[in-house]
């Protein structure tokens, strides 16, 4: 098949509007998966499934008759949220257009919002899909009328369909074909593949899907990755059809899998340029290297062994390109790890995963955001970790700025949670960038500057506690911004509990502070002796709880007679005393998420 007769394309679509059931009907039709076929095809993990939402994008290639000819259409899937959004360009970077899917009973959300104009930068052909179509409340017009008003599309190219029932899904495909321009790279100019995905295999080890952007490539082939420099060969080759199907060869504009021996998943960069061995070429556009936007601690729990579970968490970072993970010792919770996500919704998923493998054997410390010190002498440091933030002393002296990492939150809900929606931006310290309501429908789409770290803070909890669950919610990147920082600490009788310090806005820190230690109290109301809980920064004490030493009378049960007894049980008790103040730590059960 020649390459005029390739389509590459993916669907751009807010979670839940179908985008899986549409793509099954798009494989079934094609002959690629068997008709019946049970469960969506392009969600394949377990975590996904019960959340809802795809992660790990997974690329299929189908074959289509269409007047006669047959054409080799590639669907790239791509993960819905943008906390990948560097991931979701590469995957649209290797499109020449996309199905931009709006469900007609809700309406456009959010997320479709920043995916479109995600898609729309990278100039992809648009083709508006209206789906659920066989809903009794769907509003086929609103939706016309959405994606003309929203996206400047002509409502009459749009398709109408219900993906479940499979009415109209057939003109989707001729759409495909007629409307988005097939790749257009070149035949005989020397290789450049673009990396789109990876995911590890355990037969196989690394597996990477590319996009041959130019030239062919060849089993055996020498490559060579243009941002790491490393050399390998390609072991195997091939399309997904939709599982793996070895080939000899991948052509110019074909999107497909490659084995390069790789030995870790973090050598496969998205968005990186893979070239033959000795002809240098410009690397394709967009490379960014990914940056983690949260971080939490991790340790293990009260009687579980770090070596006992390291490798294991390792393994689990090993097949996630996108976390990062670094040792962490903390004096009142001993060794542990910090680990790095790309954004919120990537890090819940993961303590998920986290938490449906390792049960109740880690603690897990609340989401903190990196942070950025500006010195005096001009240079600038981001900082990970609580640990890292400048002494008191040194602030005065050294330190010229300190900024925090803000966020565009784009939402989308009904008119009438417009004023709590609007209370919550604010209380976050949120500044309004724009407020959209969409004709028609009750639909408001507003627009917020926030810091990250309120975003981090459950944001989207609140979102949908005052709007019924109805808000959708999307976010992108909004550089740094100057704040009035300041470190807190948890001090328990005085030592501070180094892990569960946390660097925030000063103007929460007193509230932060007394939620803390009540909190706290209420964990630790059961031991033997008294403990002074504190928040503090620096030397200033901001809030205080004192759990007074809970002399439990042992001997109340006795008879009064009964002397040996009684004093054998009081020197138990306080050599039970003794050896919790020895151990010098706190037990810190695991439900405390501070
Ligand atoms: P993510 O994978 O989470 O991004 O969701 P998705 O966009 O892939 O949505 P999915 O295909 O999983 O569909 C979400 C829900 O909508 C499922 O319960 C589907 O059965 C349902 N659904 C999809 N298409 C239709 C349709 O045409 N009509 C009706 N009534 N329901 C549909």
């Known amino acids: 098949?020649?390459?005029?007769?390739?389509?590459?394309?993916?669907?751009?679509?807010?979670?839940?509007?179908?985008?899986?059931?549409?793509?099954?009907?798009?494989?079934?039709?094609?002959?690629?998966?068997?008709?019946?076929?049970?469960?969506?095809?392009?969600?394949?993990?377990?975590?996904?499934?019960?959340?809802?939402?795809?992660?790990?994008?997974?690329?299929?290639?189908?074959?289509?008759?269409?007047?006669?000819?047959?054409?080799?259409?590639?669907?790239?899937?791509?993960?819905?949220?943008?906390?990948?959004?560097?991931?979701?360009?590469?995957?649209?970077?290797?499109?020449?257009g996309a199905l931009l899917l709006v469900d007609a009973s809700q309406g456009v959300q959010a997320q479709t919002v920043a995916n479109f104009f995600l898609a729309y930068s990278l100039g992809l052909e648009l083709i508006p899909v209206i789906n659920k179509i066989d809903l009794d409340h769907a509003d086929i017009p609103r939706a016309r009328e959405q994606i003309e008003t929203m996206f400047e599309l002509d409502p009459d190219g749009a398709i109408a369909v219900s993906a479940k029932r499979g009415t109209n899904v057939e003109q989707i495909l001729p759409a495909v074909i007629e409307r988005i321009p097939p790749p257009s790279g070149g035949k005989e100019t020397p290789l450049r593949c673009l990396l789109v995905d990876s995911w590890f295999d355990n037969y196989l080890g690394v597996i990477v899907l590319i996009y041959v952007a130019d030239g062919t490539l060849k089993k055996g082939d020498k490559v060579m990755s243009a941002h790491t420099r490393k050399r390998y060969d390609i072991k195997e080759l091939g399309i997904l059809h939709p599982d793996r199907k070895s080939m000899q060869h991948l052509r110019t504009g074909q999107v497909g899998y490659a084995v390069l021996g790789m030995k870790n998943i973090s050598e496969a960069l998205v968005g990186d340029t893979i070239m033959h061995l000795g002809s240098e070429v410009e690397p394709l556009p967009g490379f960014e290297e990914p940056q983690p936007m949260v971080f939490v601690g991790a340790f293990p729990a009260e009687g579980v062994e770090f070596t006992a579970i390291d490798d294991r968490v390792n393994q689990l970072v090993l097949n996630d390109r996108s976390v990062s993970l670094q040792r962490e010792n903390s004096n009142a919770l001993g060794q542990g790890w910090r680990i790095g996500f790309l954004g919120t919704l990537h890090a819940s998923v993961f303590q998920d995963r986290l938490q449906q493998e390792y049960g109740a054997s880690l603690i897990i410390t609340a989401p903190t955001v990196p942070y950025k010190i500006v010195m005096k002498d001009g240079t600038e440091k981001i900082i990970r970790n609580p640990d890292e933030f400048p002494d008191p002393a040194l602030m005065k002296s050294k330190v010229q700025d300190?900024?925090?990492?803000?966020?565009?939150?784009?939402?989308?809900?009904?008119?009438?949670?417009?004023?709590?929606?609007?209370?919550?931006?604010?209380?976050?310290?949120?500044?309004?960038?724009?407020?959209?309501?969409?004709?028609?429908?009750?639909?408001?789409?507003?627009?917020?500057?926030?810091?990250?770290?309120?975003?981090?803070?459950?944001?989207?909890?609140?979102?949908?506690?005052?709007?019924?669950?109805?808000?959708?919610?999307?976010y992108e990147d909004a550089g740094y911004q100057s704040a009035d920082l300041v470190k807190m600490q948890l001090l328990v009788n005085g030592n501070s509990v180094d892990a569960l310090a946390q660097v925030m806005h000063r103007s929460l820190a007193e509230r932060r502070g007394k939620e803390w230690v009540q909190r706290f109290k209420k964990f630790l109301r059961s031991q033997l002796f008294e403990i002074v809980i504190q928040a503090a920064i620096g030397s200033k004490i901001l809030a205080r709880e004192t759990i007074k030493a809970r002399r439990k009378d042992v001997t109340a049960k006795l008879h009064a007679a009964d002397i040996s007894r009684r004093k054998k049980l009081l020197q138990n008790q306080k050599e039970g005393k003794k050896n919790m103040r020895q151990i010098g730590r706190v037990t810190i059960p695991q439900e405390v998420r501070v």
């Open 402 to 474: 300190l900024q925090e990492p803000m966020v565009k939150a784009i939402m989308s809900f009904p008119q009438e949670y417009l004023g709590d929606i609007i209370l919550i931006c604010e209380a976050n310290r949120g500044t309004q960038v724009d407020m959209t309501f969409l004709s028609h429908g009750n639909q408001v789409l507003l627009q917020y500057i926030i810091p990250t770290a309120h975003l981090v803070d459950d944001f989207f909890g609140k979102l949908k506690g005052v709007s019924k669950g109805y808000a959708t919610l999307d």
């Open 1 to 96: 098949i020649p390459m005029e007769r390739y389509r590459n394309f993916s669907i751009v679509a807010h979670v839940d509007h179908g985008k899986s059931t549409l793509s099954d009907r798009l494989l079934i039709m094609t002959g690629t998966i068997p008709e019946g076929s049970q469960g969506q095809f392009l969600d394949r993990l377990d975590v996904e499934r019960e959340r809802g939402i795809t992660v790990k994008a997974q690329t299929c290639t189908m074959l289509y008759n269409y007047k006669g000819e047959d054409y080799l259409l590639h669907l790239v899937d791509t993960p819905g949220h943008v906390d990948f959004r560097a991931e979701v360009s590469r995957s649209y970077a290797s499109c020449g």
